[in-house]
């Protein structure tokens, strides 16, 4: 069992940076794939980046690809968004997940077993 709990988020300008970071709790850190969803308003919960177990691995949506950064920390249990270039369009909650079963990430939100309870990103135009 796993318990993920993120922090990070806030209201920035359009074009700024910001990091979220995902705190989770248990020995088995290390063997789930991670990965980062977020959800606007009046809209679905969407993939956003995932990496592999050790982090070698690293998949994103198009929509965010170049400009936001995953990564992981397997000694300190905690896995990282960079996001740069930051768009109105990137508000949501986002959301940190833990897929226990395989060893890369895919971008089916039912693959992954545990959810934070998700931080706020606000971006101003």
């Known amino acids: 069992q796993l318990e993920l709990v993120e922090s990070g988020g806030g209201l920035v300008q359009a074009g700024t940076s910001l990091r979220l970071s995902c705190a989770v709790s248990?020995?088995?850190?290390?063997?789930?794939?991670m990965a980062w969803f977020r959800q606007a308003p009046g809209k679905e919960r969407e993939f956003v980046a995932g990496?592999?177990?050790?982090?070698?691995?690293?998949i994103y949506a198009d929509s965010v690809r170049g400009r936001f950064t995953i990564s992981r920390d397997n000694a300190q249990n905690t896995v990282y968004l960079q996001m740069n270039s930051l768009k109105p369009e990137d508000t949501a909650v986002y959301y940190c997940?833990?897929?226990?079963?395989?060893?890369?990430?895919?971008?089916?939100?039912?693959?992954?077993?545990?959810w934070g309870q998700g931080t706020q990103v606000t971006v101003s135009s």
């Open positions: 248990g020995r088995t850190f290390s063997s789930h794939v």
């Open positions: 990496a592999s177990r050790s982090g070698g691995d690293t």
């Open positions: 997940a833990a897929d226990r079963s395989r060893a890369i990430p895919i971008k089916l939100l039912n693959a992954y077993d545990y």
